[in-house]
């Protein structure tokens, strides 16, 4: 399954302007075990998201993981540094 399937799965369509999302959340909705650079050119549209999380998809690494410019943190359970909050726990 990809990142985009299980947006679409938990979204529906409601994810047309990925552009205007500032909180992507995919927790637990299917399995995962990487992400393919479909994936990574799939969340570089989500230029306003701040929170990504992927918690229990069965994720191994974020190697893909964009770069996105309002990201604040990106929550997982795989080893990932921690957000730029001293407040959010991963």
């Known amino acids: 399954m990809s990142v985009e399937e299980l ?3 938990k979204y ?3 994810l047309a302007d990925a552009g205007d ?3 992507l959340i995919l927790d637990s909705i299917g399995t995962i075990p990487e992400l393919t650079a479909a994936d990574k050119a799939y969340l570089e549209k989500f230029t306003q998201a701040a929170t990504v999380s992927m918690q229990h998809l069965g994720l191994k690494s974020l ?3 964009p770069t996105l410019p309002d990201l604040f ?3 997982g ?3 990932i540094p ?3 909050s001293t ?3 991963i």
Do not use: I, L, Y
């Open 73 to 75: 943190c990106v929550s």
């Open 63 to 65: 190697a893909n993981m």
């Open 82 to 84: 921690p957000c730029r």
């Open 21 to 23: 999302v500032e909180e």
């Open 77 to 79: 359970t795989v080893a």
């Open 12 to 14: 529906g369509e409601d």
């Open 87 to 89: 407040s959010a726990t």
């Open 7 to 9: 947006a679409k799965k």
